[in-house]
């Protein structure tokens, strides 16, 4: 019997916010300065307040004081009320400050940045290493003065920024931290210029789908959100939460979730909409990151990522460009009544709940127009894709 001990390979810890298979290379809270640079200033409107409370307590007794001493008596008495309540309130804004902090979290993978916040309701900012455009420090009067800073990062084309790590310690070293591992990233090779992801947005009946397949007959990959939602819809888990939240009405005679029936639930209740997309989101997010990966890996020409609610899920922070697919409202009309047995009411309806189309149309980086046959769609498509991954090599 051999002496020789068995090889123990060892096992990365999996991080709760980093996607499978990425490394950790960042993992952070604020600094505890942070409860004090947020506190301090949530404090000063309601210690105002008070303040000017105590200086008409204080008129008071000093102007009537000597003829009416029981009214200068009453004011003292409310004098020491302010002085509790403006006590409180400055306790109570440091406190939610605290909670604040301790729900924030800063963390950086080996292809991604991700900040998360957000006490009664959490939201998570993700922006890919090789998206990275613009990053800067920022630093207010009492960050100076606590020596922190805030740090900011956005990709190419956006008009704000799409992460935000607020009250950082030594700033500039996190900084230069994080410009680094992005040069490192675009030195790599295996960056969008290879494999763009493109996200379409556009309309309902604009031809999304439509658009997607010219996509993939030209070479690309294509993420199916709407798919995806399904695959998510029919886990157990997720019809035992859905089911908790509204009832056995929601599922079908096969005892599966009911897509209208769950539509109708969240068009009309923006908070019930909100909560479903707090729950099937992170879960499609992750499906769809798997399949860029493979994608990559397989060398498809790009990744397209057809999701109804690209820009309100934040998923354009995931993309290469974005592209608007423009179409007049009579040819969408005529497509959605033909295809899905829907009026201009119900186009309406679903758009309301959506960003309006000006709005999609101002932040995508590309348009395309789809008012005629496929033929030409496909024309255009096929031009568009080579503006793409020229654009991305250049800005790489």
């Given at each position: 019997m051999s002496g020789s001990l068995p090889q123990v390979r060892r096992v990365e810890p999996v991080h709760p916010l980093a996607p499978p298979g990425e490394r950790?290379?960042?993992?952070?809270?604020?600094?505890?300065?942070?409860?004090?640079?947020?506190?301090?200033?949530?404090?000063l409107p309601g210690i105002g307040v008070m303040i000017g409370f105590w200086l008409t307590q204080l008129a008071v007794v000093a102007t009537v004081g000597v003829l009416d001493p029981a009214l200068a008596a009453a004011a003292v008495v409310w004098l020491g009320y302010g002085v509790v309540l403006g006590a409180i309130y400055a306790a109570a804004r440091l406190l939610w400050a605290g909670l604040d902090w301790f729900c924030r979290r800063y963390v950086m993978t080996e292809a991604r940045l991700i900040a998360l916040r957000g006490v009664i309701r959490t939201v998570r900012f993700d922006l890919p290493l090789r998206r990275v455009q613009h990053l800067a420090v920022t630093r207010s009067l009492l960050e100076r003065i606590f020596g922190v800073g805030t740090i900011a990062a956005a990709s190419a084309g956006t008009g704000e920024h799409e992460i935000v790590w607020r009250s950082v310690a030594r700033p500039n070293e996190a900084l230069g931290a994080i410009r680094k591992r992005v040069d490192e990233v675009a030195r790599r090779g295996d960056g969008p210029d290879l494999v763009p992801v493109i996200g379409v947005v556009g309309g309902v009946g604009a031809g999304k789908s439509a658009v997607a397949r010219a996509f993939e007959k030209h070479g690309c990959v294509v993420s199916d959100s709407d798919k995806a939602v399904r695959e998510v819809l029919a886990r157990p888990e997720v019809v035992d939460t859905l089911v908790g939240w509204w009832g056995e009405g929601i599922l079908d005679s096969e005892k599966r979730v009911d897509r209208k029936k769950v539509a109708d639930v969240v068009f009309k209740e923006p908070y019930e909409r909100r909560r479903l997309e707090a729950l099937v989101h992170p879960l499609v997010r992750e499906s769809r990151e798997e399949l860029v990966r493979r994608a990559q890996a397989a060398g498809a020409k790009g990744v397209v990522v057809d999701a109804p609610l690209l820009f309100e899920a934040g998923v354009d922070a995931e993309c290469d460009a974005v592209v608007f697919i423009e179409a007049t409202r009579s040819v969408r009309l005529g497509r959605v009544r033909e295809h899905r047995g829907w009026d201009a009411g119900e186009i309406d309806r679903r758009e309301k709940a959506q960003m309006p189309l000006e709005e999609k149309r101002r932040r995508s980086d590309h348009v395309l127009i789809?008012?005629?046959?496929l033929d030409e769609l496909e024309s255009r498509v096929a031009k568009l894709l080579a503006t793409i991954?020229?654009?991305?090599r250049d800005r790489a």
């Open positions: 950790v290379v960042h993992d952070a809270r604020p600094s505890p300065w942070y409860i004090l640079v947020k506190g301090i200033p949530d404090a789809n008012n005629g046959t991954r020229k654009h991305c």
